[in-house]
C-alpha cells in the first residue's frame, strides 16, 4: 500500500544548528507535499509546502526540499531554536489529487538541546 | 481566535456510554475531516465530508458516526465508546479548489474511555 515514512523517529540538534528532516514518500504520482508541525498537546500546524513541479520551497528559517527521483522531501531548519521543538510531519497529496485525502507521516521527534 | 475548534478538549467517559465531540471552523472551507491519533500510529482519517450532503468513510470508521449540521459544523459520536478507542481526535479542513490540498488541525480532544 502507500505510505509515507520518515527515516528516523527522533532528532536532537544543538541550538543553534541546522536541522534537517527527512521523509519517503511511495507514490510517485503525488502531486503536493506538506510538513506540519506539532507541538505537545496541540494540533498539526501548517509550515511550508511544496508542488511536484518544484525542486525547492523557502520559508522563513524553513527549506523544502524535494527529489522526485528517488521519492524523498526534507524539511530543513535554519538555526533552530528551543521553540522548534516538536514532532514534524510531512504528508502527501496521492491522485486523484481533488479527493482531499492526504497521507500522513508517522512523524519524527526534533529535540532542541540549549 | 483560532479558525478551527473543538469541543471539548478533554474528556473522560466509561464503556458502553455514548459521546459526541464537535468540531467548529471559520474559514469557509467545504471538506471537513475527523482523524485519530494514536502513538507510533500516526493520524488516521475516520470520516470526511465535503459538504453538509457529503458523508465519506475514512479508514477506520467501525464504531464511529458523524453529522455536518452545517457548512461550519462536523461532529463526531461514540455510541458505544470502548477502551481502544481511547486516543487523540483531531477535526480539520481544507478547500475545495484545486490547489487547496492543504488541512488545517484544530487543537485535539483528548479522549480517554475507561
Known amino acids: 500500500g502507500e505510505s509515507v515514512g520518515l527515516h528516523l523517529p527522533t532528532l536532537s540538534v544543538q541550538e543553534g544548528d541546522n536541522s534537517i528532516i527527512n521523509c519517503a514518500y511511495s507514490n510517485s504520482a503525488s502531486d503536493y507535499f506538506i510538513w506540519y508541525k506539532q507541538e505537545s498537546g496541540k494540533g498539526p500546524q501548517f509550515i511550508i509546502d511544496i508542488r511536484s513541479n518544484m525542486d525547492k520551497r523557502q520559508g522563513q528559517r524553513v527549506t523544502v526540499l524535494l527529489n522526485k527521483t528517488v521519492k524523498h522531501l526534507s524539511l530543513q531548519i535554519a538555526a533552530t531554536q528551543p521553540g522548534d521543538s516538536a514532532v514534524y510531519f510531512c504528508?502527501?497529496?496521492?491522485?486523484?489529487?481533488?479527493?482531499?485525502?492526504?497521507?500522513f507521516g508517522q512523524g519524527t521527534t526534533l529535540q532542541v538541546k540549549p | 481566535d483560532a479558525d478551527v475548534t473543538q469541543t471539548p478538549r478533554n474528556r473522560i467517559t466509561k464503556t458502553g456510554k455514548r459521546i459526541m465531540l464537535e468540531c467548529s471552523q471559520t474559514k469557509g472551507h467545504d471538506r471537513m475531516y475527523w482523524y485519530r491519533q494514536d502513538p507510533g500510529l500516526g493520524l488516521r482519517l475516520i470520516y470526511y465530508?465535503?459538504?453538509?450532503?457529503?458523508?465519506n468513510k475514512g479508514e477506520i470508521s467501525d464504531g464511529y458516526s458523524v453529522s455536518r449540521q452545517a457548512q461550519a459544523k462536523f461532529s463526531l459520536s461514540l455510541e458505544s465508546a470502548i477502551p481502544n478507542q481511547t486516543a487523540l481526535y483531531f477535526c480539520a479542513t481544507s478547500g475545495m479548489a484545486a490547489g487547496e490540498a492543504t488541512q488545517y488541525f484544530g487543537p485535539g480532544t483528548r479522549l480517554l474511555v475507561l
Open positions: 465530508s465535503f459538504d453538509v450532503k457529503d458523508i
Open positions: 504528508a502527501e497529496n496521492p491522485p486523484p489529487s481533488n479527493t482531499g485525502k492526504l497521507i
